[in-house]
């Protein structure tokens, strides 16, 4: 069953989407519309790959235009509910929302493409680790970092503050302490209002607010809800297979996994032989399935 919204309606859902979507992909969407029957699966596959555009279709499918007792955050089914005309429409009104420079497409490409890793990586390794939702740790591998355009186009020298984080790390120091000093919030706070007005479910939206958070969440006591403590554990070992640390912070080190390395893989069970068996394994495979 899908659902037909009107121009006003599409424009409606669509107010505070500000993440850009990758241009290659919304060249082969395009593409994919012209088709005499657009394939839904190939539209969902694409549209996954960016998180922008699957911010802006999770926040649609979740408005109250649908009335949906559960939240949705798994793209396909997204997909399924609206259709491919309604998808169509959706991808159309982003793409007018503004052309973007060179400039700021090469500085946004660290981001789309560490989005993508991220988000393949959880799922493989929920999938690998028993996780009963790998969809929502793919959702969280590719929302994650949702704050970091929207920093990106507020502050000019957010590349360079956000490398001095990444090289200032330390059990004493996370990396958005430098991102608070300099500009008084952190691509984290910013994610999470951005994951909150796409509706995303709660224990998603808490995840991105704390995923440079997780020293204090691992180290204190079991009061934390579990869910949120194994979404962030997935989501920090998928960000070090996937060298997180030297895409977006231009550092040969990992600073902040080797902070957390010792409480995340001991609540997941996992020994350092363990973990490293899995990291070559994925990193051959390319975060494949």
Same mark, same amino acid.
């Given at each position: 069953m899908s659902y037909e919204l009107d121009e006003a309606q599409i424009l409606q859902a669509l107010q505070g989407i500000s993440v850009p979507p990758q241009p290659q992909i919304m060249v082969d969407l395009q593409m994919e519309q012209v088709m005499p029957e657009p394939d839904l699966r190939n539209i969902a596959k694409l549209i996954s790959q960016d998180p922008g555009l699957s911010g802006a279709l999770l926040k649609v499918v979740n408005s109250p235009f649908f009335g949906l007792s559960n939240t949705i955050s798994s793209i396909q089914q997204a997909?399924?509910?609206?259709?491919s005309k309604m998808v169509i429409n959706l991808v159309n009104?982003? @793409?007018? *929302?503004?052309?973007?420079?060179?400039?700021?497409?090469v500085q946004l490409n660290r981001f789309w493409d560490t989005a993508q890793d991220?988000?393949? =990586?959880?799922?493989?390794?929920?999938? $690998?680790l028993g996780y009963q939702a790998p969809d929502e740790a793919y959702s969280l591998g590719l929302f994650h970092n949702c704050g970091i355009p929207l920093m990106l186009g507020r502050f000019a020298d957010f590349i360079s503050v956000m490398e001095e984080a990444y090289a200032s790390a330390s059990p004493e120091w996370r990396i958005v302490d430098t991102e608070? $000093? $300099?500009?008084? =919030?952190?691509? /984290?706070?910013?994610?999470?209002? =951005?994951?909150? @007005?796409?509706?995303?479910? *709660?224990?998603?939206?808490?995840?991105? /607010?704390n995923h440079h958070n997780a020293l204090s969440i691992f180290s204190e006591s079991s009061s934390r809800d579990s869910n949120l403590r194994t979404l962030l554990a997935i989501l920090k070992m998928a960000e070090h297979i996937c060298q997180t640390s030297r895409t977006l912070g231009n550092q040969t080190e990992d600073r902040e996994w080797a902070s957390i390395q010792t409480f995340v893989l001991e609540y997941m069970g996992l020994s350092e032989y363990d973990f490293e068996q899995i990291k070559e394994t994925l990193r051959d495979m390319g975060g494949a399935l």
């Open positions: 997909v399924n509910l609206l259709g009104a982003l @793409s007018i *929302k503004g052309e973007m420079s060179d400039e700021t497409i991220v988000a393949m =990586t959880c799922m493989s390794l929920a999938k $690998r608070n $000093r $300099r500009y008084n =919030t952190n691509h /984290a706070v910013v994610g999470f209002y =951005t994951a909150k @007005s796409w509706r995303l479910p *709660k224990h998603l939206c808490d995840a991105i /607010a």
